[in-house]
């Protein structure tokens, strides 16, 4: 078991959950990077871990939300800082859209949003991430996405 | 254009009906130039999803990561029979050369030695050396016969 076959293949869905969390692009590449480092440094226990994908977003998430945190507490902006990359200005401009829509969704509606919808998870999936049933899932989904309309439709 | 399935799939998604499939197929309509007037109200929603559902790390990441926790990166290349046997004709060519080498230090020390000027003298090296002795007498021997019978003749 090696890095780069056991760890490395997980690291654009880590990304992307880092993303949804931390609603920062540069935030979230460190929040993946810590997560593989957290992961190598723990290798011992690989051979036991089941779920080495689970093990890993356990971790990223718990970093993202620390991630997130600290950016509440230092009052950093959670739009990137302005940039000649165009990538960038329209990632910049793709979170802030993102996060303008899901801020007024309250838990776990925002959550399952974004699991669904930035990370692509399957209902089945959420409902195991966060230890609810299918139906839940779909009905919190509802949910939101209801709110989501609403606030599309109001704006325009 | 009929949108009427597109219509229908995004009345589903904001249910929370449609499956993983229908809203990829939503994205890449949305992610298309034309959209219809009436649908446009929806498009930065699902294009804001898919560029995030799309979202990924580049190689350099790769590159630090494995850096840091010490793993080189190694790419697999394809080794043709030439190559893999260059080591081989690498070794034989080192052979041949220091047999070429090799011979022509030995030819070049046996012309430059004054013991052994002759066939003769190459001969007797493999000789045992009493029995050379009595053919060196002889030899002088006979030079001095010859030496000899000059001196009378004149």
């Known amino acids: 078991m090696d890095f780069r076959t056991t760890i490395l293949p997980h690291r654009d869905r880590l990304y992307r959950l880092a993303l949804g969390i931390t609603m920062h692009t540069g935030e979230a590449e460190d929040v993946v990077q810590e997560t593989m480092i957290r992961a190598w440094e723990r290798r011992a226990e690989w051979p036991m871990i089941k779920n080495m994908g689970g093990w890993l977003a356990l971790i990223c998430r718990n970093l993202a939300l620390d991630s997130r945190k600290r950016q509440a507490h230092t009052a950093f902006s959670l739009i990137e800082a302005p940039t000649d990359d165009t990538g960038r200005i329209e990632a910049r401009d793709t979170l802030a859209y993102i996060k303008r829509l899901s801020a007024a969704l309250p838990p776990p509606q925002d959550e399952i949003f974004r699991l669904r919808d930035i990370e692509g998870l399957s209902y089945r999936d959420i409902a195991q991430q966060l230890a609810i049933s299918e139906d839940q899932v779909r009905v919190y989904l509802h949910r939101a996405r209801a709110k989501i309309r609403e606030q599309i439709v109001n704006k325009t | ?154």
């Open chain 2, 1 to 154: 254009m009929d949108y009427k399935y597109i219509e229908q799939l995004i009345d589903r998604y904001f249910e929370g009906e449609t499956t993983l499939e229908e809203e990829h197929i939503l994205r890449e309509f949305f992610a298309q130039g034309t959209v219809p007037q009436h649908l446009r109200q929806w498009q930065q929603l699902f294009r804001s999803t898919a560029e995030l559902t799309a979202a990924h790390l580049d190689e350099q990441f790769d590159r630090r990561i494995l850096e840091i926790v010490g793993e080189t990166h190694v790419t697999a290349r394809r080794i043709t029979l030439a190559q893999r046997l260059r080591p081989l004709f690498k070794a034989a060519a080192f052979v041949a050369f220091a047999i070429v080498i090799g011979s022509a230090v030995e030819h070049a020390t046996r012309t430059t030695a004054p013991a052994e000027p002759t066939g003769d003298a190459l001969v007797q090296d493999e000789l045992d050396p009493a029995e050379t002795t009595p053919l060196d007498i002889r030899s002088a021997e006979v030079a001095e016969k010859i030496d000899s019978t000059k001196v009378l003749k004149q």
